[in-house]
Nanobody, 123 residues
Framework: QVQLVESGGGLVQAGGSLRLSCAFS????????MGWFCQAPGKEREFVAV????????SYADSVKGRFTISRDNAKNTVSLQMNSLKPEDTAVYYC????????????????WGQGTQVTVSS
């Protein structure tokens, strides 16, 4: 059984940075596509970023391109999301997710989810 545990959320002023991390356990990490998604109050869960099994291919939502960077360390079984130039509209709960298969931006294609970590950006 795969387990995902996120960390690194918090309160930050607009223009600031945060780094989210997700620890993966229970299976062979390098076989999984890893994604980050977010959900704001009253909204559906949305795609943020994804990285393929090797780390060689990434994709981002248009709203975060140039500001966020996803990366993975297959030796440490972790995936990270570096969030720079944060905006109040980035405020949401951020979830790490794992998918056994090619990378996808659709939340319903993911097999495992973490519990989420709150990111709040004040103006």
């Amino acid at each position: 059984q795969v387990q995902l545990v996120e960390s690194g959320g918090g309160l930050v002023q607009a223009g600031g940075s945060l780094r989210l991390s997700c620890a993966f356990s229970g299976r062979t990490f390098s076989g999984y596509t890893m994604g980050w998604f977010c959900q704001a109050p009253g909204k559906e869960r949305e795609f943020v970023a994804v990285v393929n099994w090797s780390g060689g291919t990434t994709s981002y939502a248009d709203s975060v391109k140039g500001r966020f960077t996803i990366s993975r360390d297959n030796a440490k079984n972790t995936v990270s999301l570096q969030m720079n130039s944060l905006k109040p509209e980035d405020t949401a709960v951020y979830y790490c997710a794992a998918r056994w298969g090619p990378y996808s931006e659709a939340p319903d294609r993911y097999d495992y989810w973490g519990q989420g970590t709150q990111v709040t950006v004040s103006s």
